[in-house]
């Protein structure tokens, strides 16, 4: 199991826009999703290390995190992403 990464469609962004924002600066911690969390990354790049592997994104990147998900985040950029969960 690990995230999803595409290029979000017109509609995704513009959903997107209304949600909140989340930003964070270069770090590594883990992190397990008791929900679906869907995301736009508006700037910045990122991996999850997952036990399926590693996946990256960055700026311009619609990413939906699987509920049940454990992970370890590393922030290579500082990080700015609307959010939603469930």
């Known amino acids: ?3 999803a990464v595409r290029k979000p469609t017109q ?3 513009k959903e ?13 911690f883990p992190w397990e999703y008791d929900e679906k969390e869907t ?12 036990p399926d592997g590693t996946v ?6 619609y990413v939906v ?5 454990k992970c ?10 609307h959010y939603k969960f469930g």
């Open 39 to 50: 995301c736009l990354i508006l700037k910045g790049k990122a991996a999850v290390k997952c």
């Open 65 to 69: 995190f699987p509920v049940g998900l």
């Open 72 to 81: 370890t985040w590393e922030i290579k950029e500082k990080i700015k992403k």
């Open 56 to 61: 990256e994104f960055a700026a311009g990147d």
């Open 16 to 28: 997107a826009n209304e949600w909140p924002i989340w930003e964070k600066e270069e770090s590594v």
């Open 11 to 13: 509609k995704e962004q």
């Open 1 to 3: 199991m690990k995230p």
